[in-house]
């Protein structure tokens, strides 16, 4: 994948006479939970292959709202609308995600996605492939930093999928402009009576179509304590990839955030535990730890 930083477009590079379905999917970042980013079963791809001549952009760049930090995920011969695709999925930082069939059969010459919702929602809300909610934002980089562009903080974060399930998990961050004080999570705009509030939430939407799954989105927070310290929302980067851990049932998925906090890190590991959606549950409790780095 390469990245355009102003026109926001992903090119994905494959060898041109090759297929590339033998691979079930690409669903984690680097491929596993180790993280090696090994495919031990690569049978295509050689030293010989992949060259200047072979190996190259396969077809136009794929369109987004914002800048992609997170690692594009991929899943083969998925049904989306009564036909089989195989299918890359985007986050941007702009709070969207998007489903792209790799092979170029867009549904049409106006839509080049299978789906996209946007996640610029109310705290608490689901994703919506409709507009998005008013007072509702990204947090601008300025917020955290004085910075010389228009850079936003939506989706940074590798999302990860479960093929069991058909979900994919991802964590985005919103700012809402409100009257209500909420919490330690808003801060007073100066000279008017109303709040920025930050939020961070846990969404797990179906692959198929990006409408949330039951239970999500779930929002992060963690009051703090004697020993450990407060989640704060405005401060704190969700920037490690989101790791989905099957231990029987249930099976939690964990990811780590790091934080700058002026001249301090403090790191937070953030457990959800996850019940089958066959057993008629899906996201049931919440766990959370803490850790401190100096």
Request: aromatic content about 10%; proline content about 6%; hydrophobic content about 35%.
């Amino acid at each position: 994948m390469v990245r355009h930083p102003t026109s926001h477009m992903i090119l994905l590079l494959f060898l041109m006479s090759c297929s590339y379905a033998q691979v079930s999917g690409i669903v984690t970042y680097h491929n596993d939970n180790a993280r090696t980013g090994l495919n031990a079963a690569e049978t295509v791809l050689t030293l010989t292959n992949v060259n200047v001549h072979q190996f190259g952009r396969l077809r136009s760049p794929f369109l987004l709202d914002g800048d992609v930090q997170a690692q594009v995920l991929y899943v083969s011969k998925l049904t989306v609308a009564g036909a089989v695709h195989n299918v890359v999925f985007v986050a941007t930082e702009h709070d969207s995600v998007y489903a792209f069939d790799a092979d170029g059969k867009q549904p049409s010459s106006t839509q080049p996605w299978l789906w996209k919702v946007t996640c610029l929602v109310v705290h608490g809300s689901t994703c919506t492939s409709g507009a998005p909610a008013p007072n509702v934002s990204t947090v601008p980089c300025q917020d955290l930093f004085p910075c010389g562009s228009p850079l936003e903080i939506g989706i940074t974060a590798t999302p990860v999928i479960n093929l069991g399930s058909g979900a994919i998990y991802f964590v985005s961050k919103t700012r809402e402009t409100t009257s209500v004080n909420s919490g330690s999570n808003c801060i007073p705009i100066p000279m008017t009576t109303q709040f920025h509030c930050y939020y961070f939430a846990l969404h797990v939407l179906n692959l198929t179509n990006g409408t949330e799954k039951p239970g999500s989105p779930v929002i992060i927070d963690y009051p703090g304590s004697s020993t450990l310290p407060s989640f704060s929302p405005l401060r704190q980067n969700s920037r490690s990839a989101l790791l989905l851990e099957f231990l029987g049932e249930p099976f939690p998925g964990h990811w780590t955030r790091r934080i700058q906090r002026f001249q301090r890190f403090r790191g937070h590991l953030h457990e959800i535990e996850r019940y089958d959606v066959d057993h008629g549950g899906f996201l049931h409790s919440v766990q959370r730890k803490c850790a401190r780095l100096q």
